[in-house]
């Protein structure tokens, strides 16, 4: 049977929550052949909850960071013969229900990304704060202007792209220490839409925030750092 799509689900301590983005991903069979949960070393049950819900589980033995969590499972799906990658986070934030909308045009071949997007018109949030909707909102400005390049929501990690095209190009490379944190899917991004090679596509997708604690795992000005460093670094080319 051809392998066509893995879930690529990165977590760190994402007990009691890991377990429902499994069930729910599951649901969608027709659309996703593999699941595989890379825990980031976690301190609670989340590599053993993963696994009891059907998912196969790559632990790394220290915590490395979400972008090294998403290479594994992207690298991982590749070599095992996969033809698209899809990424969902961890925490319950992505609503699996609609994979359809994100794998579907990169299946039919009509684009080789396919980003979801909470902003377009027919995307939503459920419980977005003011802060963090402006943040957002400011990282897509950024990133057309130093890009040239529109895209809505740059911040959202829900995602499908077709595997060859990012492990066979001599321009994207991955496997850079410095992308192991929030650098990675920034860099991805910015690799894709400025390259005429790809043909990438927005979805609307809807992201939902879980009140109380454990939200976000982000370290403020830390992290923020790490998500702009990218466009900067590729800018004015310190990093290739």
């Known amino acids: 049977m051809k392998k066509r799509v893995i879930a690529v689900i990165p977590a760190y301590n994402e007990s009691g929550k890991i377990s429902r983005v499994v069930q729910k991903v599951k649901a969608q069979k027709k659309w996703v052949d593999a699941i595989l949960v890379v ?7 989340t590599g053993r909850e993963a696994r009891r819900a059907g998912a196969l589980v790559i632990r790394h033995t220290k915590n490395k960071g979400v972008g090294a969590g998403i290479r594994t499972g992207l690298r991982y799906g590749y070599r095992k013969g996969f033809e698209v990658g899809v990424i969902l986070s961890g925490d319950d934030q992505h609503v699996p229900a609609e994979l359809p909308a994100v794998v579907g045009p990169v299946l039919a071949n009509h684009c080789d990304l396919v980003q979801g997007s909470r902003y377009m018109r027919g995307g939503s949030t459920v419980n977005q704060n ?9 990282y897509r400005v950024l ?32 496997d850079q220490e410095w992308l192991d944190r929030y650098e990675l899917e ?31 795992k982000m370290i403020p000005l830390l992290d923020w750092w790490r998500m702009l460093r990218p466009l900067i670094y590729l800018k004015l080319r310190i990093k290739k």
């Open 143 to 174: 990133f057309f202007l130093i890009t040239g390049v529109p895209c809505s929501d740059i911040t959202n990690g829900f995602r499908a792209i077709r595997l060859k095209n990012i492990f066979s190009d001599p321009a994207i490379d991955l």
């Open 39 to 45: 825990d980031d070393c976690s301190t609670d049950d």
């Open 130 to 138: 003011l802060f963090r909707k402006l943040t957002t909102l400011f």
């Open 186 to 216: 920034v860099y991805l991004l910015y690799k894709v839409y400025t390259s005429r090679s790809f043909r990438k596509r927005e979805v609307p997708i809807t992201i939902v925030y879980h009140p109380g604690k454990g939200s976000t």
